[in-house]
């Protein structure tokens, strides 16, 4: 039981897929301008990975070694391809959707996705994969928000649109709006997990 | 298992295949009428902005009725509104002198609001362009795409400041209006260029 503890509590923490890891930060850069986006993205992400862990745990030992990949990728856009057209279809995410364009296409190329399927789920069962994708979606989630937090709050002045420092007449900062900002708050976070790790 | 074998990765990967199509036809049939109304929403929203009914983080706040409602009250006449495949189909009448039906909606407030449609570096650009009364005048202007570059092209979209530079440019011979372009974005600003020319001229010859 421990074990399972573990598969869960190691990616969103110690084994971060973002910051030691260091994957999928092209899009933690892309979506973090606003929390809204970087919520939605980091749920659809953790859909996907938990998802496609499971179902190809559940295919592993059927699948021709020779096209392995080829078939990963064919269920990991599967995943892609649902989630974007459920979010399309509601009202309430389909502005946000419109908003994530092409990054919601390529959550396909996330590396995590494929990386956790080669890693772990085609060489464990089905259960301890599920968790091991949905953990890694989360750990990745978990970074993208406290990103798309610090640069909400400092570069528009607000927290899911809400006017928090804008209100006491922040005028906000174009730099933090800017990518190369997350790259730095994201080098920061990186430093104090290494910190924390050793 | 043998899961070696040419034949056996052939059948599997077909079966695989065939599967996954299948998922996806069914989804998106099945989805389709909500994504429709959705779409429709959206393109109802970039016409009321145009015409100068307030900014896109409003409307985006009020629900797709609220939308609809607003624009069947203040629109004069009964006019489609078009799907962006619709206006593609129009974009290829148009390059090849085809009888035309453009989109075409007068307001209340005295605004015109005429599409634009064309070919940005990665897919389709399209807008709605609202005129003054003279209609010759830019009133305001609401730009889209399917797959520009965030950041670069994307801009014609993102940057409230891009689409607030065309309010009051004059619309010049051949329907052209003179815009400053996206740096780092050629193709995109010329294919919206492109755009703006033949479909405003389309209109010069049909309706206006």
């Known amino acids: 039981m421990s074990k399972l503890k573990e598969t869960i509590l190691n990616p969103i923490f110690r084994n971060n897929p973002i910051t030691t890891l260091v994957l999928g930060v092209c899009s933690a850069l892309a979506v973090t301008v606003e929390l809204k986006g970087a919520l939605v993205m980091a749920l659809s992400v953790t859909v996907v990975t938990g998802l496609s862990s499971l179902i190809l745990s559940l295919i592993r030992n059927t699948i021709p070694n020779r096209v392995r990949i080829i078939v990963q990728l064919v269920v990991v856009a599967l995943l892609v391809i649902l989630v974007d057209q459920i979010l399309k279809s509601f009202e309430a995410t389909y502005a946000i959707d419109k908003q994530l364009s092409v990054y919601m296409g390529l959550i396909i190329t996330n590396c995590i996705v494929m990386g956790r399927i080669e890693a772990f789920a085609l060489g464990n069962k089905p259960l301890p994969s599920l968790l091991d994708g949905l953990a890694n979606g989360l750990g990745y989630g978990l970074i993208l928000i406290i990103v798309a937090f610090f640069r909400e709050l400092l570069g528009s002045g607000t927290l899911f649109g809400i006017p928090v420092l804008k209100a006491l007449g922040y005028p906000g900062n174009g730099l933090v709006i800017l990518p190369p900002m997350a790259l730095i708050i994201l080098g920061c976070i990186i430093w104090v997990q290494k910190l924390w790790n050793t | ?208």
């Open chain 2, 1 to 208: 298992m043998k899961t070696n074998g040419n034949t056996y990765t052939v059948i599997y990967t077909t079966l695989v295949c065939v599967l996954v199509a299948a998922v996806l036809a069914v989804v998106s049939q099945a989805l389709k009428p909500r994504q429709e109304a959705n779409e429709k929403a959206e393109t109802v929203r970039q016409i009321l902005v145009a015409a100068g009914y307030g900014e896109m983080e409003g409307w985006r706040k009020a629900d797709n009725t609220a939308v609809l409602d607003f624009f069947n009250e203040n629109i004069v006449g009964n006019p489609q509104i078009l799907s962006t495949s619709q206006l593609k189909a129009q974009n290829y009448n148009i390059k090849h002198d085809k009888p035309l039906s453009l989109p075409l909606y007068r307001f209340r407030n005295g605004i015109t609001v005429l599409a634009v449609y064309g070919t940005g570096l990665w897919g389709p650009v399209w807008g709605y362009i609202g005129l003054e009364e003279d209609l010759a005048t830019v009133a305001g202007a609401y730009f889209d795409h399917e797959s520009e570059t965030p950041g670069l092209g994307g801009k014609i979209k993102d940057d409230p400041s891009f689409r607030a530079s065309f309010k009051g440019k004059k619309i010049r011979q051949e329907g052209q209006i003179e815009f400053d372009a996206i740096s780092g974005a050629t193709m995109t600003s010329r294919g919206l260029d492109d755009a703006i020319k033949n479909w405003i001229s389309a209109y010069q010859k049909t309706e206006l």
